[in-house]
Every structure is written in C-alpha cells, then in structure tokens.
C-alpha cells in the first residue's frame, strides 16, 4: 500500500472535491502546478534550503528524559516543531504553498487560521515574498489568541474577523472559501491543514512529511532502531500526518493520533471526530468527505476545545482512511489533562507545549506508564505555548492577565 | 413530462423568459414558507427553488446566509422541507419546485430515500450546490430512475471540458452563475453571462437559467433575450428580511415580486 490518493483525490472512501464550481477550474489549474512540482528537483531543492536557512530545520529530536523518568515508563522523544520559525510546524506547509503561488503567478494569499499559528507562519512568508496576505480568522479566536493576531498585523497582513457560527476555524475556512470564489483570477489560497479538497491534504502532508522523515532518520541515529509508538495532536491533522506519513511502512510502529476531548461526551463539548458515541459521522464539509460532528440533520455542530488549534469539525480525509483501515488509533484527551500536560512538561523539561501539543503529551503521560523503559515513543511537540501562556494563567488563577 | 420540461416548453411556445424566485425554507418561519411558495406561483413564478438551510453556506453571501440561520434557529431540516412541499401541492400548487441544498444533508437523509421522498412529496428537482460533476454521478442516476430533475452549475470559470462534463451530468435545466462570487445583490449584470449561456449552447439543448446578483425586472429583461430564465434569491430573502417585523411579511414579499415578474 502506498497511500497515495486516487486521481480524484480519495483515499477509499474519504476525501474528493465538494466545492461550488467556479472554484473547480482554480483547483485543477493547483492540481496540475502542484503535480508538476512534486517530483520536480529545484522545487524540492529550493523547498528544503528555505526551510534550513530561514526556518531552521532540521529541528532537534530530544530525549525527554526528565518526563520518562517521572512516567517510569517508556523512553520519550520529543519532535521539537516548536523550535521552527514562528514558532510551530504551520511554517513547512506555508513555505512549501508560498513556493508555489509564486511559480502559478499569484499575487495575493489568503489564508484561514484558528490558533493563529497558520495565520502567523502565512503571514511570515508572504513578507519574505512581498505579498498581499488576508488571515481570517473567527472572532472567538482572535479573543483567546490576540497576541498572534498582533504577531499577523506586524509582519503586514490583513487580519479579517468572522463573527459567523461558533466564531472559530471552521467558520473562518467558510470565509476564506467565500474570498476564493470571489477572487479566483488574483488569490491564492493557502490553506493551513490537511483537509479541503484535494490536491489540499495531500499537498499539505506532503510539505509536513519532512516532520516524519526527519524523526525516523534522527531516531535511527540515536537509538539504531524505529520507534515502538508515535503520538501526535489531530485537528485537521497537518502535524500528525506528517509526523505518521513517513513511518506508515513500517509495519511495526504503532501510531495514535489524539482529538480533544474537550470538557464532555455531547455533541458541541468536544472536537472528537472519531468519536462515535460523540456525534461522529462520516459526512461532506468544506471541499471533502470525511468524518465529521454533526447533528441528525447534517448541521454541522459546534465544537469545543481549549486549544483554537483542534476545535474544528472535521478532520483530514486520510486520517478517516487510516482510521477506517486501522493503521492509526485515534484517542481524546480533554481540557483538562491538556491543561495538566502542559504544566507537566513546562515543569520537568523547561518546555512550555502548545495547548494543541499538550493533547499529545498528556496522552503520553497515560499510556507511557503501561510501557517497559526499553520502549520507545516519539511525540511530536508541534508548537509552542508562547502564545497561550495568557489563556492558561486565566485557568489557573482563574483571574484574567493584564 | 415532468413539470420544469413542461415549464419550459410553455415558456418556448410563449416566446417568453422565465422567472424562478429563491427562498429559504423556514425563513422566517415554515408558515410563512408555505404561503410564500403559494404567492410566488400565483406571480407568476416559472420555476420555484426552495432553498434547504446548512451550517456552513460557503457558496453564499451574508443574506442568505442570515436567512439560512434564521430558518436554523427553528430547527428546519429536509424533513421540513419536503413537508412544506407536500402541503402546497395539497393546496393545489403545481408549479415545479426544485430543492436548493448543501450536499451534506441531502447525504445524512440519504441519496436513495431523499429522492423517493422528491417523488412522493412532488417536488420535480434538485440542485446541489457543492456537487461539481465528478462527485455527481450516483445521485444524478438515483434521481433520474424517478425522472427527477439534477440541476447542474455552471460557472464563467468552467473550461469547455468542464461545462460537456455538467451538461452531459444535467437534467431540467443548467444553472449558469452569472460572476465567479457568492449570491448577493449586484447592480450591474457582468457580460461574462452572456458569454457562459453561449458557451453552454455549444453542450447542451437543455434551458439555461442565470442567477446570481439578480435583483430587478431590468435585469431579468436583460438576461431574459440570451437565457430561458433568471433566478432572483438574496433580493427577495433580503425583502423576507425586512418584511419580519411588518404585520404581513406575505403581503409586502407580494408587492416586490409583482414588480419583479415580467409577466
């Protein structure tokens, strides 16, 4: 199996191209750039060298020693995304599109964000290019994430509110999809995660599989054999997949992705796609068919999650393909052991995680104690909590920071 | 002969443009749906698209996304829809009425068992929004072994590939969307519309609508002498708005589309 999409876009039964028709000539002339620089050698080149000398990759793959001790458990690495410029793994996939926008002649990027991370890295590279750049992003998140909304508007970008919905990602994509349509001859739109219609998930893993080929040849490096288990957070499942993609060969390396929790089991307490007994369901939204929280009518539901980054409806179209095969397990932590976990590891590591990591590190801190210390696990640390510290003092003191 | 081919060829023999109006189901409220599909047949209405409200509109503009949330808010789901169908048919409504939907809850209800419910209720076609061609084909057999009408998209972006494949997908009539955008308002009509319906003539013996941004009798005259019909939805959603806290929404919806109808 080599799972590589189909020519329209599916992996088995997930993933195609549901969008309005004006935008399916833009997508095919995307499709037909994108193919033509896949295996197109200067492309690759040019891709990686930004990614050396401006983003800083490789980033480090650190044993957390501390952590595993104090699990007693298995032997944890962490993949340190949160060292990359801007501050998370976002900055691969924005430089990968911004190279491509500029060979399809592409004046003006659009992009949509929910932590801000995606919106920040889009932002970075359009000022590296002198390009327009429009981030929408929902009222909701430009509230609990105002520092990266700051960051965006001084690296020159428009950043654009959207008061509809739930106020957060999925209602931003809705607007950056409205600009596309209205805009097709002049815009390019970057889109963040590995969702949307194809080429999107696939073009977005492909540029995030650097994550995963980094991790297995730094992991063979220092411990001469593959890991035993990788975890990593699922939103829209960018970081995760690009961690997986490169070990999904080997046969012998387990694989959890982890969705939020949230605060509850009802439908709009959580962002758990996979999760059945949750309101999960396979359905169509924004440009792909894939599992989605949804109500008996096929509304999509609101979601929650202490982290902007996860709280999204639905997930990748490939995630639901490995889920559907079994080849990767999908697990939930909630608010509050993410909360727990990023405190765990800011305390015995010196790193403070992402609220979106912290769902991988506190999943972790469950399963590392059940496993021998001559295991080993590799988590990836997508991004860095900078830009949450704000929000978690709120929680914790429960008073507001200045 | 299902009604929209009746329609259509009544519209031919006449020498006449055809007029279908757009409204939201359950906007402000399924009563007034009703009431309003029954005026618009009466105005003259050739075709009426009845719009089934999603979560995510992302084809289009604030108005009828406004008016999608408020029908939301009550909870209307395609159930209601289809209902709302029957009972104006029960009335004695026989002007066709194609349902307007996002594919995702049109998939959730199911192909097989929606286009049982299209026939049973009356209802003629459908038209799915986010269902470009490639995605197309299962649902456009489903609905065709009850001669149920697929309306297709066209877009000005669409190459002459792309418009053979949604010709060769349609049934009814082909949907041409007169701007690359959302719906909305407009005062000005772009000429790329005139331009699509000739470039579709090329694919197709099917009518041609145009609609987006239509919004007055000037504009559907203009459109009317190079298309079969012009659709006209977030001006008369808009006028649903406004009409809410008046006593007679009917009346005063009544009042805009008479002005609107070529007829």
Not at chain 2, 51 to 58: A, L, N
Not at chain 2, 151 to 179: H, N, Q, W
Request: glycine share 10%; net charge negative.
């Amino acid at each position: 199996m080599d799972f590589q999409p189909n020519a329209l876009g599916y992996w088995g039964e997930f993933g195609g191209r549901f969008v309005p028709e004006t935008l399916m000539s833009p997508i095919e002339e995307l499709t037909g750039a994108y193919f033509a620089v896949r295996d197109d050698a200067d492309f690759q080149t040019e891709f990686l060298n930004l990614l050396q000398d401006f983003s800083g990759r490789p980033t480090p793959l650190f044993y957390a020693k501390r952590l595993s001790e104090k699990l007693g458990g298995a032997k944890i690495y962490l993949k340190r995304e949160d060292l990359s410029h801007t501050g998370s793994h976002k900055i691969n996939n924005a430089v990968g599109q911004i190279l491509l926008a500029r060979r399809m002649g592409k004046k003006r990027i659009i992009a949509e964000t929910g932590a801000g991370q995606h919106g920040v890295a889009t932002a970075t590279v359009c000022a590296l290019f002198g390009l327009e750049c429009v981030v929408y992003m929902g009222d909701e998140d430009m509230r609990r994430q105002a520092l990266n909304v700051f960051r965006m508007r001084l690296l020159g970008a428009e950043v654009r509110g959207v008061g509809a919905g739930a106020k957060t990602l999925k209602d931003a994509i809705n607007e950056a999809l409205r600009d596309w349509v209205t805009n097709v001859d002049s815009t390019y739109y970057l889109l963040g995660s590995a969702l949307g219609p194809h080429p999107y998930p696939l073009m977005v893993r492909d540029f995030q599989s650097v994550i995963g080929r980094e991790a297995r040849r730094q992991i063979l490096e220092k411990e001469n054999r593959l890991p035993d288990v990788l975890v990593a957070c699922v939103g829209g499942g960018s970081n995760s997949i690009g961690l997986f993609h490169p070990f999904l060969v080997d046969e012998i390396v387990r694989m959890i992705g982890v969705e939020a929790g949230g605060k509850g089991n009802n439908l709009g307490e959580h962002a758990a796609r996979f999760n059945k007994a949750g309101g999960g369901r396979i359905g169509v939204l924004q440009g792909t068919k894939s599992y989605l929280l949804q109500n008996d009518d096929g509304q999509i539901a609101l979601t929650h999650s202490i982290s902007a980054g996860l709280d999204y409806a639905s997930v990748g179209p490939e995630h639901a393909f490995l889920q559907s095969i079994g080849r990767v397990e999908y697990a939930m932590a909630t608010d509050d052991e993410a909360l727990a976990a990023f405190q765990t590891l800011s305390e015995t590591e010196g790193i403070i995680p992402a609220l979106e990591s912290s769902h991988g590190i506190a999943h972790a801190v469950k399963i590392a104690p059940e496993m021998s210390p001559d295991e080993i696990m590799i988590v990836n640390l997508s991004g860095r909590g900078d830009k949450d510290v704000n929000q978690v003092q709120e929680m914790i003191d429960g008073t507001p920071s200045s | 002969m299902n009604r929209i081919d009746e329609k259509f060829k009544q519209l031919e023999s006449e020498k006449r443009g055809g007029f279908i109006p757009f409204i939201v189901a359950g906007d402000p409220n399924l009563a007034a749906t009703k009431n309003l599909i029954l005026l618009l047949a009466e105005s003259g209405a050739s075709v009426i698209e009845l719009g089934v409200p999603f979560s995510d509109p992302v084809a289009d503009g604030v108005t009828i996304q406004a008016a999608a949330e408020r029908a939301l808010r009550n909870r209307i789901g395609v159930t209601d829809v289809l209902e709302t169908v029957k009972e104006v048919r029960v009335e004695g409504c026989e002007t066709p009425i194609i349902l307007f939907s996002y594919f995702n809850p049109i998939l959730q209800f199911g192909l097989e068992k929606f286009a049982s419910a299209m026939k049973t209720v009356g209802a003629d076609g459908v038209l799915i929004t986010d269902l470009v061609p490639e995605e197309a084909e299962d649902f456009r057999r489903i609905l065709a072994e009850k001669d149920l009408a697929l309306i297709m998209l066209a877009a000005p972006t669409s190459s002459d590939e792309r418009l053979k494949k949604i010709c060769d997908k349609a049934s009814g009539f082909v949907y041409a969307v007169s701007r690359a955008g959302v719906t909305g308002a407009r005062n000005e009509m772009s000429n790329e519309a005139e331009n699509l319906v000739k470039r579709l003539r090329t694919f197709t013996d099917l009518p041609i609508a145009v609609g987006f941004g239509i919004s007055t009798a000037a504009q559907i005259e203009e459109v009317c002498k190079y298309a079969d019909a012009a659709v006209v939805g977030s001006a008369i959603v808009k006028e649903i708005e406004r009409s809410i806290e008046l006593v007679d929404v009917i009346e005063n919806v009544r009042k805009f589309v008479e002005n609107l109808s070529p007829n």
